[in-house]
């Protein structure tokens, strides 16, 4: 079955600290994955995309992430957050993009 | 402002009334979603348009739910005899073939 799994529904970091977010996906086709970030009411803005190519990927926001097909993962990162990136952080795969399966997501608190 | 744009942002209806929400793509974009959104899920996919054709409903999509677009540009979505269970954010989102999705800000849907 298509699935996303992250596993951690909530994380709490302090200003200024390196952040991870997990991704694990189960998908037969090869997949296109995305990161997409929601604040409270609204809807949701893409982070980054990975569709082929460098499994490295650069987004908006100073974000980036990281393709390993051997473990079916799209792992999120942030070498040091800020406090107005507190948002809930949802991973999603489609294939030929245009039907996505979302995580249950993630709700990031940032510490000042 | 050229995003993806919904109305209205928040409705708030009685048990049984019908509603309908619209959505406006990005205008260059010929594919359209929606999805569904409840409390601490992300998002399910409801269903697509490549143009003025639907081409997949969702499970989710009872016979209640119908979605239109009749020219091939804005959509709507409307929901017959609102029930509880239909309480949720509903997200309307557009793509070029084979690019990523954008998503509007959602409309809100309450039913008491």
């Known amino acids: 079955a298509q699935s996303v799994t992250q596993p951690d529904i909530h994380i709490t970091v302090s200003e200024g600290a390196s952040l991870e977010l997990r991704c694990n996906y189960s998908?037969?086709?090869?997949?296109?994955l995305f990161w997409y970030v929601q604040s409270p009411g609204q809807g949701l803005q893409l982070l980054l995309k990975?569709?082929?190519?460098?499994?490295l990927v650069q987004g908006i926001k100073g974000f980036e992430a990281e393709f390993k097909r051997s473990q079916s993962s799209f792992n999120l990162r942030k070498p040091s957050v800020h406090w107005s990136d507190a948002a809930e952080y949802f991973c999603?795969?489609?294939?030929?993009?245009?039907?996505?399966?979302f995580g249950t997501g993630t709700r990031l608190k940032v510490l000042a | 402002d050229t995003g993806v744009s919904q109305n209205p942002r928040h409705k708030i209806t009685k048990r049984g009334q019908n509603v309908t929400f619209r959505c406006d793509p990005i205008?260059?974009?010929?594919?359209l979603y929606w999805y569904r959104q409840t409390l601490g899920q992300g998002p399910e996919f409801l269903t697509y348009?490549?143009?003025?054709?639907?081409?997949?409903k969702s499970r989710l999509l009872s016979d209640r739910f119908s979605a239109e677009r009749p020219k091939g540009s804005f959509s709507t979505l409307e929901i017959q005899r609102t029930e509880q269970g239909d309480s949720a954010m509903y997200l309307c989102?557009?793509?070029?073939?084979?690019?990523?999705?954008?998503f509007g800000q959602g409309t809100r849907l309450t039913v008491v």
């Open positions: 999603a795969v489609g294939s030929g993009t245009y039907k996505y399966i």
């Open positions: 205008s260059e974009h010929n594919r």
């Open positions: 998908y037969g086709a090869t997949p296109y």
């Open positions: 348009f490549q143009n003025e054709a639907q081409l997949e």
């Open positions: 989102a557009s793509s070029r073939d084979r690019g990523e999705a954008f």
């Open positions: 990975y569709f082929s190519g460098d499994t």
